[in-house]
């Protein structure tokens, strides 16, 4: 399994990024896929979470109707689309998979065993 992060970088209050995470050595039907955060000084978060055959992901309240996760699966990408962005956003942001089948996601990091290095996202103030 391989995860490969990117998209990041620096925005203005109010803009958008699109990250990108490149999957390999897996298939995204026996997988759950998350997107975490880390912020200097800051616990590990969940962002956003997949089930690997839930139509409907997992938001932490806070980013819920500005960030979108999806997956493109002839690609083996998945994305996580930031609209809105505040400087509360700044963080490193990683891709993380987990084993997994039916409907079940999960916002626990301990459950994952795979992670990308990360890209980092700045919310300028």
């Known amino acids: 399994v391989q995860l490969v992060e990117s998209g990041g970088g620096m925005v203005q209050p109010g803009g958008s990024l699109r990250l990108s995470c490149a999957a390999s050595?897996?298939?995204?039907?026996?997988?759950?896929i998350a997107w975490f955060r880390q912020a200097p000084g800051k616990e590990r978060e969940a962002v956003s979470c997949?089930?690997?055959?839930?139509?409907?992901?997992w938001y932490r309240e806070s980013v819920r109707g500005r960030f979108t996760i999806s997956v493109d699966k002839p690609k083996n990408t998945v994305f996580l689309q930031m609209n809105s962005l505040k400087p509360e956003d700044t963080a490193v942001y990683h891709c993380?998979?987990?084993?997994?089948?039916?409907?079940?996601?999960?916002?626990?990091?301990?459950?994952?065993?795979?992670w990308g290095q990360g890209t980092q996202v700045t919310g300028a103030s």
């Open positions: 993380a998979h987990a084993p997994g089948d039916g409907l079940f996601y999960s916002y626990d990091a301990g459950e994952y065993d795979r």
């Open positions: 050595g897996f298939s995204f039907n026996a997988a759950k």
């Open positions: 997949l089930g690997p055959n839930n139509p409907f992901p």
